[in-house]
Nanobody
Framework: QVQLVESGGGLVQAGGSLRLSCAASGSGFSLYSMDWYRQAPGKVRELVATITSGGSTDYADSVKGRFTISRDNTKNTAYLQMDSLKPEDTAVYYC?????????WGQGTQVTVSS
């Protein structure tokens, strides 16, 4: 069992930056791939970024070059550095831990970007 807690969301002006954190409790964090998703009002949840247990990363086209996903296995934490934020980045951001058939979600953190 893995429990995830996101933090770091807030209100920021367009062009600004935020860093989201996803702290995991439980064992085996380093073996999980970690994803960041977001869901804007009235829209489906979309995958933003992924980092595998080996450290490989991938990004949605909409955030490439602006967002950076990373992880610190010594702290059982995944991060999403978000730069050059745009109003369309406004959403609730969720992290997910996945490994084989196991799949865990955090409760989400709100990010609001004002124009």
């Amino acid at each position: 069992q893995v429990q995830l807690v996101e933090s770091g969301g807030g209100l920021v002006q367009a062009g600004g930056s935020l860093r989201l954190s996803c702290a995991a409790s439980g064992s085996g964090f380093s073996l999980y791939s970690m994803d960041w998703y977001r869901q804007a009002p009235g829209k489906v949840r979309e995958l933003v970024a992924t980092i595998t247990s080996g450290g490989s990363t991938d990004y949605a086209d909409s955030v490439k070059g602006r967002f950076t996903i990373s992880r610190d296995n010594t702290k059982n934490t995944a991060y999403l550095q978000m730069d050059s934020l745009k109003p369309e980045d406004t959403a609730v951001y969720y992290c997910r831990a996945r490994r084989s058939i196991y799949n865990y979600w955090g409760q989400g953190t709100q990010v609001t970007v004002s124009s």
